[in-house]
T-cell receptor, first 112, second 113 residues
Framework: GQQLNQSPQSMFIQEGEDVSMNCTSSSIFNTWLWYKQDPGEGPVLLIALYKAGELTSNGRLTAQFGITRKDSFLNISASIPSDVGIYFCAGQGLASGNQFYFGTGTSLTVIP | DTEVTQTPKHLVMGMTNKKSLKCEQHMGHRAMYWYKQKAKKPPELMFVYSYEKLSINESVPSRFSPECPNSSLLNLHLHALQPEDSALYLC????????????FGAGSRLTVL
């Protein structure tokens, strides 16, 4: 299956700092999803994006669907300890047979 | 009910055992999925069911046998597994195949001894 490149692979930040991560693909996607996964749990949907250029917020989280349709970005503002976890992007499009394939993940550690 | 429920939460089995993982959703979703996830890696698609019929098998070894008895239930039957099959197995569902949101269960942590 396909895999999307996500960066950075890991981040260690101080509480209160802003966080940025991105996901890139060699293929065009029609949908981008961002999930957060806590250890031993399933991924929980944070934000869904359906249109190139779309910018969507969910509380302190903001995500954007890249204009080229080959990338997406997630920003977290004013991080707090409960933001700790692994963040995955997931892309869907014709190139993936309309199935979702996941990015390699960004592990976030927030230092109080 | 907006949940996908997976049982058991944890399973330990020997290589000669036969066991099953179960998944249930009552959101009226007609597509259900099994993903396998190794530690610190992304989920990898294994199987997709659409309207209770197997739609996609991502070249998964036959020691994993999926079953969809009805639109709400999805099973994964396990037999003669190897230690490298130890992983978190995630079930997900969506309104239909190709729908643009996936809802995941909490996963079943499988350990093969």
């Amino acid at each position: 299956g396909q895999q999307l490149n996500q960066s950075p692979q890991s981040m260690f930040i101080q509480e209160g700092e802003d966080v940025s991560m991105n996901c890139t693909s060699s293929s065009i996607f029609n949908t981008w999803l961002w999930y957060k996964q806590d250890p031993g749990e399933g991924p929980v949907l944070l934000i869904a994006l359906y249109k190139a250029g779309e910018l969507t917020s969910n509380g302190r989280l903001t995500a954007q669907f890249g204009i080229t349709r080959k990338d997406s970005f997630l920003n977290i503002s004013a991080s707090i300890p409960s933001d700790v976890g692994i963040y995955f992007c997931a892309g869907q499009g014709l190139a993936s047979g309309n199935q979702f394939y996941f990015g390699t993940g960004t592990s976030l550690t927030v230092i109080p | 009910d907006t949940e996908v429920t997976q049982t058991p939460k944890h399973l330990v089995m020997g290589m000669t055992n036969k066991k099953s993982l179960k998944c249930e959703q009552h959101m009226g979703h007609r597509a259900m999925y099994w993903y396998k996830q190794k530690a610190k890696k992304p989920p990898e698609l294994m199987f997709v069911y659409s309207y209770e019929k197997l739609s996609i098998n991502e070249s998964v070894p036959s020691r994993f046998s999926p079953e969809c008895p009805n639109s709400s239930l999805l099973n994964l039957h396990l037999h003669a597994l190897q230690p490298e099959d130890s992983a978190l197995y995630l079930c997900a569902s969506s309104h239909r195949i190709g729908a643009n949101v996936l809802t995941f269960g909490a996963g079943s942590r499988l350990t093969v001894l």
